[in-house]
């Protein structure tokens, strides 16, 4: 457990953490390598850059616990810091993924991936049975909330993201009044296969943030959606990790340049080593975080 | 729980909500069952169709058996067992037989009956109500107390009679000489139509109790039911356990140790008598005889002994072949104690030789004494008696001896000269030396009782004693107990009569051998169903009975049964092998195509049991929509293959075939269903669930 005096909770630490990914049949393999310290704090905003092939989205998935990291016995840090879930106030709890990881405690990692970490990949992965609503809604139901808890959840959700659709018989009077009420929205109770690439990618983001993560991982999220929809849901996104009590951090892999300057205050870079099949973490620029914008929310 | 609920609640969304995807799977599934369901019913039908016929006839349960092969008699006890051991028995009936020649009854109105009835020879078997093969032709009830009788057709047409009409039946019974007849009268309670086999048969059933009552009758017993005595010619034999020998004091005469091994080594054990009132037979014999004989005594002892061929009763056998000469052997049964008209009275057996016979030297013995007399040997007329004088009974006219068992038998009070004599020599009314009913069985001899020394007083003063001091006072008589002189035999009897050998017959005044229960040797015995058949002749074989039942045709529709299961079993699990391979690849192609869902689902957290709980509930769903399926669409296919359409010109082609599914076939094909649906998901679900999460998802992409 820390407490950061200056209101800097730093959220996940790690360094000298290695994967390497290998492809046995054709005797190929990729390493990744982070040998550096990082240190992300609740709140941030964090843009992955670089070229394509360089390993960003495998570094994601070590991050997010999704796989581990291949240097377990050299790996000098690698932690998250997790809101306690039993005290009210601002505790945090460090949980040590590398002795998670070596110590197999699998429950222990499903549990941090249910209840910490939310995820917004690359294609967004909606669950082709269920309704829009009942997507955003699945990590609440995961985590054993209520069904009152659900709804609410993710009604606030889906007009947050602005995730509405008028029914047609509905007359245009009554729209304002009822967009609002799931009843009116058409779009709560549509399946997956009727969504537009924008709404899915935008249902993807509220999905991976609906359980409040500590920290949510978003890959290449606006590919879909034409510049200002990719900013409203960004900031959306960016908004809703930031301001709320022990907030998260966000971890978002884009080729935009541009996005990741107006959205980020950090932003890593990597890129490929030139004599092996490597890519590794070059660069780490931090930037204050635009508080005005934070607090316009 | 509210966890496994949100697994089942996304398994069964995908399958229905992704119906069009799962509906297929369903289909094969059912498929698959569909044709094992209709095997099955196809077999049951096959297999009813050969049961109706056995089923509906009553022989078709029928276990005809008999102890021929060491079987045990059919006694009541054999019967009740072989009832308890079977089990499912119905009822048991043994079969007996007996030709009797009925005659309607000529009623009141002679002129009914246009010309004299013969007489018909009706062979009569063994029923009991509730005998299927009456019970087929509506006769349910049938009473052995009330003579009732079930006639064939061509007994009733010949006899010209009626149900409830009454038929004269002539018994006959024949004994040495002896013939009887008598008449019954029975009722006609029902008529068995004749079939083709044994048409014009004149035959009837009758209740078991009936049949047992003819076989007493024909044996010549009495039969009580029917007020019917016993033969004349019947009369049980009389056994002894005892003998008494006499032989004259002397080196030559006496018993040699020859003599005494002799008789040990056929079963007797010899004792040699030096006191009691068997000496001088209980005082009918002369002082001088104490004086001048020797007495011994022979008992039967065990005859278990392999080695030994007894000698039984036979006096003069023993009395040949011993080396003592002119020595005498009595039959003997210990004295009796009996009341006779209320009074207690020690019956002493004497049996004795004439003068005329081997041994009758015995009675210059009783000439000094004046008692001379003799019964004869006789199992005809035993039951006669002398008293002394000084006997309060003497002289009443009519006798009853109650015996320990509470038999009354009657007694000829035989006066004769040792009456006579003693009361002589008191003075007293001379009897008449022989009495109109005693035959020559009693024989007086006259022997001028009058000239003899011993006084009568002193006679049956001693003979008082002799008594009183004997056995018969242990045994609780008194000491003033009189005495009476019996022919052997009786005592005999009395022995048997206590220990229920024999009893008396007041009708021919003899004792005969109790008629020993009827026992069968044949019973035709009814199992609930066909199917019991089987087992109870197995049972009965076992005990050693020959048997006769359609179980070789029943086991054949066992069989075919059973090998038609078999059959269906095989192909069954061919198909069902098939059926879980089809399943698995269609589930497992299924569930490759979900890898993408299942990769987002680990990737928020969620369980490999979670993962694998939903692939295999989605199984789950699937296999019992199958089963479904299949159960309703197998239902309505027996019954549109059952439907006889012959008439429909448009399905006249349809043969209507007998589909027969029974409701547990139908629960084992969905049993089976749901198990080939939830085992070809097991590898599936086990493989979803290992899944990288992140390759499940980049996988899934492109599945
Ligand atoms: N199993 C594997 N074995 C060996 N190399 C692999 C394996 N899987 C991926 N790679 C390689 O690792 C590299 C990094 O892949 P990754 O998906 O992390 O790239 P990325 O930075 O996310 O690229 P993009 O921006 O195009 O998504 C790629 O060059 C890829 O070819
Ligand atoms: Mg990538």
New interface residues.
Partial sequence: MASVAEGLNPVLRLSGLRHRLSDRARNEHYTVYVDQCLEFYSRDFIGLLGPSGCGKTTLL?VL?L??SPTNLDDLSEFELFVPEEVSRDDSWQRIDMREAWQKRKY?LI??????H?G?A?Q?G??????TVQ?NIG??L??N?AGETEVASRTKELMSQFKLTRLRDSESEGNSTQEQDSDVGNALADS?INRLSGGEYQRVALARSIAHRPSVVFVDEPTSALNRELAHGALSVMRDLQRNRERAGITFMITHDEDLAQEFCNVVVRMAPRRNEPAGEVVEVTRCEIDTEVGSNE | M??VG?YMG?AS??VF??WSATQLQVIIIAGICLPILLLLGLKNGHVADLREELATSPTGRQVIFWAARDGALLSDGVIENIRESVGNVDVIIPESQKLVFGSPVNDDSGEELAQPQEEVPITLYSTLPGDPLLMQFGVNEISGEQLEVVLSEAAVKKLGVEVGSHLDVRLTRKLGADREEHFLEFKVVGVLPSREQGEGQTTGYAHIETLENLDRYTAGDAVAAWGIPAMSGRAASDVYESMLVFCFRGGGTELSTDDISFLESRGLEVQRLDEGPELDLFGTLSKGALDELVTYRLNRVSWEDPGITPIRDSTQLIVRNTQAEDDLALRWVDPVKVKINGVPHALVGLSLPTKRETGGWLNTYMEKTGRRFTFQQSVDNPCQILFPASSPMNGEAELLVETAGGDKIPLLNSTSAFVASLQDETGETAVPSTSPDVDDSVIAEDGGGGSQESAASTSADKLSQVVAGDDLAAAGASSEMPIAIVPVTLLSFLEQLDSGVVKYDSGSRRFIDVPSAVDFTKARLYTDTIDDVPEAVEWLAEAKYAVLSESSRIAEIQEQDQSLQILVLVVALGVFVFGVITVFSVLVDSTDRKK??I???R?????RFGVFSIVLFRAFVIGLLAAVLCIVFGFALAEFLRLDVADTAALGWKPTISVMINPIDALLIAFGALLCASLGAVVPALRASGL???DA?TE??FG
């Fill in positions: 998935t997010g999704l796989r429950r499903e549990k941090m991936r249910r209840r970490i995820f990949l294609s992965e909606l669950i082709s049975s269920l009942e699945m990590p139901k995961l054993g399946r | 509210s966890r949100l996304m969304k995908d909500r992704l993408g869902t990769g987002i689902l990737v928020m957290g969620m369980s990288d999460p992140f998802i899934g992409q």
